[in-house]
């Protein structure tokens, strides 16, 4: 069974294959409408994309969680406290992310609802002041998770899951139409600095200079070498984007949950690494409604976003 019929279950249906082609069809309307007249191209795009997007599902997959958020249950859930160093970490997270305040009203039903989202977060290390000795300047240094945002709300862990594996899939199809963009307006302006040198030439008699080319590369760019480009580019994507795993900065540390073991345990967030440069451990979480809406109220501005 293919790893798309075995995810079937976690979320809640087989995506639809006539959409991802239709998505893909206007994907491809952006990058060259030429591709759509070469011959057999949906077959040359079809098993790079569905390679693609069963990837996307997979990263959705291992994301961990969703774990409960909300100031009641901080400094009683250690997880809750590592996560949130400070109590209005909470409500900071809530009322200063750009999609809980454009989203949370159409969660709004009249009853109690939980809402499941994905969180991103930053550690920051406190530095030591100057006058610290050097023995105790490590001791001292004390990271916390900070800028904590959230996205891809949902009423549910499946949908939230849905939706990271739709936005992965887009990011990685529109990095590879950003690239060949970059790539023509270079090789545009190169040919503009050789019209215009080829002009001074004229005018002086001196031999025109070749304009620097050094940042073109030789990729083709005709509807035949994008269509095998794309390809290649879905055949890949665990170099694009991906969650990765050692990363020290998104290690939480957590007492024992036997008290008859001494000692800590460590728990270890996946990094996303991908189109946003800020790499986030990200994790899913859940928390009420109102509590959401309690905190956007509190805030005058909304500036934290997560970029997959």
Not at 6 to 14: N, V
Not at 50 to 66: I, T, W
Not at 102 to 109: G, H, K, N, Q, Y
Request: a neutral charge.
């Amino acid at each position: 069974m293919k790893v798309i019929g075995k995810l079937k279950t976690l979320f809640g249906q087989d995506p639809a294959r006539a959409d991802l082609g239709w998505h893909m069809d206007r994907f491809i309307e952006l990058l060259d409408p030429a591709i759509t007249r070469l011959p057999d191209y949906r077959r040359t795009l079809e098993p790079a994309t569905e390679f693609a997007h069963e990837y996307c599902l997979r990263l959705a997959a291992v994301l961990p969680g969703p774990y409960a958020v909300s100031e009641s249950g901080h400094g009683s859930d250690p997880l809750l406290s590592a996560l949130f160093p400070r109590r209005e970490d909470i409500a900071a997270a809530f009322g200063r992310s750009i999609e809980v305040r454009d989203r949370l009203a159409a969660f709004a039903t009249g009853t109690p609802v939980e809402v499941h989202a994905l969180l991103g977060l930053r550690q920051r290390v406190t530095s030591a002041p100057p006058d610290t000795p050097s023995t105790l300047s490590r001791a001292w240094s004390k990271p916390r998770f900070v800028d904590h945002t959230l996205r891809s709300l949902a009423l549910s862990e499946q949908e939230v899951r849905r939706q990271f594996a739709s936005a992965a899939f887009d990011s990685l199809r529109h990095a590879y139409l950003q690239k060949v963009e970059e790539l023509r307006r270079k090789r545009k302006q190169a040919h503009s600095e050789r019209q215009l040198m080829l002009e001074v030439s004229t005018v002086t008699g001196d031999p025109a200079e070749e304009p620097d080319t050094a940042s073109c590369d030789d990729t083709d760019l005709s509807p035949a070498g994008l269509l095998a480009g794309l390809a290649t580019w879905l055949h890949a994507p665990q170099e694009h984007l991906r969650l990765e795993m050692g990363n020290q900065d998104a290690q939480v540390i957590l007492p024992h949950p036997d008290p008859a073991q001494r000692g800590l345990q460590k728990l270890e967030l996946p990094t996303l690494v991908g189109v946003d440069r800020r790499r986030w451990p990200v994790c899913l979480v859940r928390f009420a409604y109102e509590d959401a809406l309690a905190a956007v109220s509190r805030e005058s501005m909304a500036h934290r976003y997560l970029l997959i």
